[in-house]
């Protein structure tokens, strides 16, 4: 089963993609999570990938369809995965689909996760992420017991730099700008199903959950 979960930043991507990735026994391959550890461990693409993060752009699609071709040639990924993040762009749709055709493969379904840009600034600003095992939380909606330290590891919690206000704008535009066109390309495709993502985390993981099973899936 080949999921791709598209939505813009703060819809939840990253935390449906956990709920499902258990749920379903799939592979979690977040782009945004590969380029943040190359960045992390000083790689040459992490390097050029770090300038681009920083200011809310887009990692160009070379550097990032690399990253993900990689991943998903691993041999946990034969049976499917859920990708969260990618694609990101009208190009990058088009890369995946010729490689997974090139592995008589497919996309089965794209979940399209939607929010309103008042909960999405909410959510994004409101993120804490832990610096030692990357737990995610939120100062109102998933707040950890202690204020600023996780629950699970006890290590300090950080914002994420492109989650400051101004960033987040800019990630907001580009992805009007860039990602909206992904819609219109996986509606025609016929594997687009829509969902709210207005509500708490549970009921959306059981809204996709449906969805997926409607789709025998
Ligand atoms: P995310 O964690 O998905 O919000 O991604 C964080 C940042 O990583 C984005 O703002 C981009 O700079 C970069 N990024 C993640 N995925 C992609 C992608 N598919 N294409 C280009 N840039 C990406």
Known sequence: M????LGPPGAGKGT?????SKKKNLPHISSGNLLREAVESGTSVGVKANGY??????????????????????????SGFILDGFPRTLAQA????????GLNNKIDIVI???????????RLSGRRICSGCGANYHVSYVPSLRNGICDKCGGKLNQRS????????E????????????VRYYRKNGILKEISCENNIEAITKNILDVLCRSSL
């Not at 088009?94 to 055709?101: F, G, I, N, P, Y």
């Not at 399209?112 to 909410?122: F, L, P, Q, R």
């Open 2 to 5: 080949r999921i791709v979960l």
């Open 16 to 20: 449906q993609a956990g709920m499902i």
């Open 53 to 78: 993060i920083e200011k809310g752009l887009l990692v160009p699609d070379l550097i990032v369809v690399d990253i993900i071709k990689d991943r998903i040639l691993k041999n946990d990924c034969t």
């Open 94 to 101: 088009r890369v995946l689909d010729e490689m997974l055709l």
């Open 112 to 122: 399209y996760m939607t929010a309103s840009k008042e909960s999405i600034v909410k």
């Open 162 to 169: 492109d989650d400051k206000p101004e960033t987040i704008l």
């Open 171 to 182: 990630r907001l535009r580009v992805y009007r700008d860039q990602t909206e066109d992904l």
